[in-house]
């Protein structure tokens, strides 16, 4: 409908590719897809109807991650990582495909970016606009599709049919969680950071990690709000409101009222 806040993003130049990931960058909009990179100049319109159709495609290739760390731009591709600037896409690393990529510090406060690659997790430590490769985690090995870093620095990645990663880079040990420390199955967990906190996407309702016992339990935050219903994706918003997919749904949990409200 015309008058909706949901609007269907889908120019010619996309190619009915599929979308993965959207950033606002220098006045410029990104788009991710499954046909490449795409920039749209990006003037703060209330509605991006209103957005001249001058998309340029600056980078070809499936692209799963767009994200902006310490002021610079980056793009993780099915056949690399990339650095985005004066309107192109050129390559940092090629040893991989590159899901996803977080910053941290690290114990000597260095600035830090662990991705998540389709074999390994890899860091590299940022000087500045440049970045030093320090190489994969040894401990860990397989596809980290999903990645995020908790507030004591542990590197956290779930792995669709095998379970859920700690990795501990102080020591750089690897544990498993599965349905034996918490999870309700070991298969289909996904996982998010929302509102500073690593979350388990779970067949049943959102989990999250309980320090003190070191398993995973129902998220007493989210239960009373979602229940144990299925979810797939979470996605925080800038207002701190938390949309998802639920099977083949798409919901918001609206905290914008006196308490929170979900809307399909």
Known sequence: PFNSAIKNINPDAFRDGAGYSVEVYNNQMYFATSNGIFELPFENKRDLSYLKNSLINISEG?????GILNNQLYAGKEDGFYKIENHKASILDKISGFWIFESLKNTLQQDIIAAGTYEQVRLFKQNGNSLNDIGNIKSFSGSARFLAVDTKNNIWVSHPYRGVYKINLNDSS????????????TLNNHLYKIKNKVLIATEKGIYEYNDA?????????????YGDKSVRYLKEDIQGNIWFVENKNIGVIDFSGEKPEIIY
């Open 213 to 225: 016992k070191d398993l995973f339990e129902m998220s007493l935050t989210y239960k009373n709000i």
């Open 174 to 185: 690897t544990k498993l969680y599965t349905h034996k420390n918490g999870l309700p199955s």
């Open 62 to 66: 499936q692209t799963w991650k767009l």
